[in-house]
């Protein structure tokens, strides 16, 4: 019970009780709840008068733009961002579009969190079924720091406030690449009454020839994209999440929700992709631009910071690219391994070596540019009808065709298929090797372990779509729906919220023959040709 202001009447006021509880707790009548005393003269006060849900929005909308407008950002760090990512850029070109790009400097001012103006809200469609509550997962006493320094900067940015709700999530820390942690809801239960939204997200097999044919290209990376993101009022409650020691929720969409993908989608093709097929394409957080001259690049990336300006939104410098006579959308890594894969049929297609040859101009020399023309995309295009005909029949994905992805734990692999009229057709195939310490992991943690890397390299296939997981370990097979008894398996399955996974099924060791050839070709191959067997659909 808070400290506060209250207007007694006839002996009457009235409270604000917050139970911090996962249970009801119930206040017998009479029983003393503090001490009212006179305040003094001296105290100053000042009356909030309440408003209805959507006006309560837009006033933290307004909040947020005017705390932004009257921000102090160091202006010689933001130009010096601004001239570093137009550095490659000649002296004239560089004089030309710095006045362009100062005018938009608060895109690249990160001293405070925005939430983007738009009339689309993320919303939770549960329909009539009662709340969830879990109880909070148990954390050490540095764990708990950690968490308190993290609730502590999120509240301070307005990306989450103080919860009465009845909905509440247990949270999670997840150790990243660079030995950091963030905070992670397990909002399983959530998802699993949540309906599903089928808005569409782009097919990746239709972006290189959108791309091809222009010669200047940017990159805009948004700084924390869901986190700028907007959830529907009544249904920040369902957000909820507790800790040991406090309930919060969420203003803005955090990662772990279902339907997250497909509303931030949703919003950008409102603000950016309609009107704009011709020089912008949007995948989720990733904004290109593409152009066919230098001028015409630079209003082209004027009129989309404009609208990002305009929308309230912040860019990740860090990861942004600005006006590239090429983009790297196809590295040397990658195409490598197309090619590596492509060679190992080149037995069953007549002229490879010819088709190839404009591809392999790309690899010979590493100092060199990696420019896509239109020779290379002639090759690739006829090298892939080459690889998904007779006799080879290797598939490509076809986004009207369910999906089916085989796992399995030795090493680790699988394999990617979509489900025709003429049986399960594969689209491509992952192998890695388990490092020392994944080798001491259990035999569920092992079989997880593969089921979640597999889903994550096949990222770009199976987020929005529905997807089927088969493995050889019986014991995953509602490891996506609740929690279960290990911590790091949990941790694991998280990260997988935002997937729409089917069914995982349950597929005897001697069925699943193709998975298990992977993850045991992984453990006697060396890292190099293990990864020429991965991307071969990577670019279609």
Request: net charge positive; charged share 20%.
């Amino acid at each position: 019970m808070p400290h506060a202001l209250l207007k007694i009447t006839n002996y009457t006021t009235k409270l604000t009780v917050i139970n911090l509880n996962d249970h009801p707790r119930h206040i017998p009548r009479n029983t003393r709840l503090g001490v009212i005393t006179y305040a003094p003269s001296s105290v100053q006060c000042f009356v909030l008068t309440s408003s209805s849900p959507s006006k309560r929005h837009s006033c933290l909308d307004i909040q947020h733009n005017d705390s932004r407008s009257q921000q102090s950002p160091t202006s010689s760090d933001i130009d010096n961002t601004i001239h570093k990512l137009i550095s490659h850029l000649d002296e004239q070109k560089q004089q030309e579009v710095y006045p362009m790009l100062l005018k938009h400097r608060t895109l690249f001012n990160l001293s405070k969190m925005t939430i983007v103006n738009t009339q689309i809200r993320h919303v939770i469609r549960t329909g009539d079924h009662n709340p969830i509550s879990s109880r909070p997962y148990s954390k050490t006493i540095p764990q708990q720091q950690i968490l308190a320094e993290h609730i502590q900067q999120v509240e301070k940015n307005y990306l989450i406030r103080r919860s009465t709700s009845p909905w509440a999530s247990p949270v999670v820390l997840i150790k990243k690449k660079d030995g950091s942690t963030r905070f992670c809801v397990d909002y399983r239960k959530l998802n699993n009454i949540t309906k599903k939204d089928s808005y569409p997200l782009p097919h990746m097999g239709e972006t290189i020839n959108r791309l091809g044919g222009h010669q200047y290209f940017t990159k805009l990376d948004l700084k924390s994209g869901y986190f700028q993101i907007p959830i529907q009022e009544d249904d920040k409650e369902k957000t909820a999440f507790i800790l040991q020691d406090g309930h919060w929720e969420f203003n803005v969409l955090p990662q772990g929700l279902k339907n997250a993908p497909p509303t931030f989608q949703r919003i950008m093709n409102e603000l950016l992709a309609y009107q704009r097929w011709d020089h912008c394409l949007v995948y989720l957080d990733d904004i290109i631009i593409f152009s066919k001259s230098f001028q015409q690049h630079v209003q082209h990336l004027d009129e989309i910071l404009t609208v990002l300006n305009s929308a309230n939104f912040q860019l990740n410098p860090s990861k942004c690219s600005l006006l590239h006579p090429q983009m790297d959308y196809l590295g040397h890594t990658d195409f490598d391994a197309f090619l590596g894969a492509a060679s190992f049929y080149r037995k069953f297609i007549p002229n490879f070596s010819i088709i190839t040859s404009p591809l392999h101009k790309l690899t010979r020399n590493r100092k060199q540019k990696f420019s896509w023309n239109q020779d290379q995309q002639q090759a690739y295009e006829q090298l892939k009808e080459s690889l998904s005909t007779e006799p080879l029949l290797l598939s490509f994905p076809d986004p009207s065709s369910p999906l089916v992805l085989s796992t399995s734990d030795i090493g680790y692999g699988g394999v990617l298929k979509q489900i025709t009229k003429d049986g399960q057709q594969p689209i491509s195939y992952l192998s890695r090797k388990l490092n020392p310490a994944q080798k001491r992991y259990g035999t569920t943690e092992k079989e997880c372990l593969a089921m979640v890397r597999c889903i994550e390299e096949f990222r770009s296939y199976l987020l929005g779509r529905e997807f089927t997981v088969e493995t050889d370990h019986c014991t995953l097979c509602n490891f996506h729906k609740k929690p279960s008894k290990n911590d790091r398996v949990d941790r694991w399955l998280i990260s997988l919220g935002e997937y729409d996974i089917v069914e995982i099924k349950y597929k005897k060791g001697k069925c699943n023959c193709d998975a298990d050839l992977m993850s045991r070709y992984s453990a006697t191959t060396s890292n190099n040709q293990i990864t020429s067997r991965n991307v071969r659909g990577r670019m279609n």
